[in-house]
């Protein structure tokens, strides 16, 4: 069975530009979450997608965005990029969330300039 | 208080040794407990969940819960070069089911 998959591996943009992350579920799996992770604040999360359907947020500006599509594929867009938001984004997916094991995919290397 | 905390690193072991890892977690009816592991520069790849008190082996890898002091630990034995990585605890917390993960703890294993 394929892993995680998330497209594009690496960015980079400047300030103020906008970012559209992607990522693919493993097959038969719903639940897909994002995270980021920087030197300095470690693996953090930012929301939890189910069934197209936003369940969970983390405490991250409205800059960060995401959605999911019926095919449990799922999108994440950054607005307005500051220098800070350079990070690794990582997705993972899981059957349903709840207290389920979650499988990371490669993450998307994003540089703000 | 952070809600995952790991012994802070770095962790130093000879090859064959063990490396001892702990975390500790704030949320009290947490139910849900993972270790992950990472290579520089790789994303995150679990090796162990854990639910239930007590021991839960996997080759050389021993992960141990205690619900009533808010602890789990990995243990990994006969530590490889192989096993050099930042380890990274992980708890699913009850209210809303986010992961959350601990700084990590970085090992490296000495030839």
């Known amino acids: 069975k394929a892993g995680v998959t998330q497209t594009p591996r690496y960015l980079i943009k400047t300030r103020g530009q906008q970012v559209t992350l992607s990522c693919s579920p493993i097959s038969g799996h719903r639940s897909v979450s994002w995270y980021q992770q920087t030197p300095g604040q470690g693996l953090q999360f930012l929301f939890e997608y189910f069934s197209e359907t936003q369940r969970n947020k983390g405490n991250f500006p409205g800059r960060f965005s995401g959605r999911q599509f019926s095919n449990s594929r799922s999108e994440m867009n950054v607005s307005t990029l500051e220098l800070g938001d350079s990070a690794l984004y990582l997705c993972a997916s899981s059957l349903s969330g709840g207290g389920e094991t979650q499988y990371f995919g490669p993450g998307t290397r994003l540089l703000v300039l | 208080q952070k809600e995952v905390e790991q012994n802070s690193g770095p962790l130093s072991v000879p090859e064959g040794a063990i490396a001892s890892l702990n975390c500790t977690y704030s949320?009290?009816?947490?139910?849900?407990f993972f270790w992950y592991r990472q290579y520089s520069g790789k994303s995150p790849e679990l090796i162990m969940s854990i639910y239930s008190n007590g021991d839960k082996e996997d080759g050389r890898f021993t992960a141990q819960l205690n619900k009533a002091s808010q602890y789990v630990s990995l243990l990994i034995r006969d530590s490889q070069p192989s096993d050099s990585a930042t380890y990274l605890c992980?708890?699913?917390?009850?209210?809303?089911?986010?992961?959350?993960f601990g700084a990590g703890t970085t090992v490296t294993v000495r030839a």
């Open positions: 949320d009290r009816v947490s139910q849900s």
């Open positions: 992980a708890v699913i917390t009850s209210n809303d089911y986010k992961l959350s």
